[in-house]
């Protein structure tokens, strides 16, 4: 069965789809069969790995949960788009954002996504689960859907207090519908080590979380090299294997497949 991850923040620009998408190639790149799922409305996942048009895809995450729910036959392993290094997609769109106002009214709701992904659980060793920036009821399915869970976040010292509203959802979901789900880790992403502000904030970011939760060895640093592959629908090893990003995605990757034997997940608690 595969590992379920879900890549979550709340707040928006802290490198969460460029985390789902190089950690979902590094896991490939390890000899892994990867399953990348957008759950984010946006589609900023299905574009980064080069479905650039996807407002005319046909079969997207939106259309397999709906017919799911209906109780429609969901022939999953052949809505599955392939990309050519080695991952699988389930792509999205803006038609998501409706769908998540339809699930309001749906019976178990919240395990939706989970129902939908169960026909290819046994078909991959790992899933990962792109979230929106929200808390909405799409980010309440992944992490019902999810194993555990990474939180990608800058460091800075506003983001403190997202965090804390982030680890009570997660918290809650634990408590009442998903009582497997672990903290994966806390990611720092977009550091500058070079800057007092980075060096002080990721202090912070350990003393506050730290004493409870994990947070990954390796941090992401700022780099064009991010950005400039998922223009071009490449990962970020095939765009530059020897940028400081790639070598720190590759890292971060052998951190998730050591499935944090060195970190504290077994938290009764989040927070």
Same mark, same amino acid.
């Given at each position: ?63 397999? !949960? ?22 699988? &997609? ?12 339809? &699930? ?15 026909? /290819? ?28 869970? !990474? ?93 400081? /990003? ?10 998730? !497949? ?12 989040? !927070?």
């Amino acid at each position: 069965m595969a590992k379920v991850i879900a890549v979550c923040n709340q707040k928006g620009g802290v490198g969460k789809t460029t985390t789902a998408a190089n950690l979902g190639f590094g896991l490939a790149r390890e000899g892994h069969s990867v399953l990348l799922v957008d759950s984010d409305p946006q589609g900023d996942l299905t574009t980064c790995l080069g479905w650039k048009n996807q407002d005319e895809l046909e079969v997207t995450l939106a259309s397999l !949960i709906r017919d799911s729910v209906d109780d429609k036959k969901v022939n999953l392993e052949n809505e599955i788009l392939h990309h050519e290094d080695g991952v699988d &997609l389930i792509p999205a769109n803006i038609e998501l954002s409706a769908l998540e106002t339809q &699930l309001v009214t749906v019976m178990s709701r919240e395990v939706a996504l989970k129902n939908l992904l169960s026909d /290819v659980r046994d078909k991959y060793e790992y899933i990962i689960i792109d979230c929106q920036p929200s808390l909405g009821m799409l980010t309440i399915n992944a992490l019902t859907a999810a194993d555990s869970v !990474i939180i990608p976040v800058q460091p800075q010292y506003l983001p403190t207090k997202g965090m804390t509203q982030l680890l009570q959802t997660v918290n809650k979901v634990k408590r009442f519908i998903n009582p497997q789900l672990k903290v994966a880790g806390i990611l720092i992403t977009l550091a500058d080590n070079r800057t007092n502000l980075t060096k002080e904030a990721t202090v912070v970011i350990n003393e506050t979380f730290g004493q409870h939760f994990n947070v990954f060895k390796t941090s992401i640093p700022a780099g064009v090299a991010a950005a400039k592959a998922t223009s071009t629908g490449k990962s970020v090893y095939d765009f530059d294997k020897n940028s400081k /990003v790639a070598m720190a995605y590759a890292s971060l990757t052998k951190e998730v !497949i050591s499935d944090g034997r060195e970190t504290r997940l077994e938290n009764e608690h989040v !927070i």
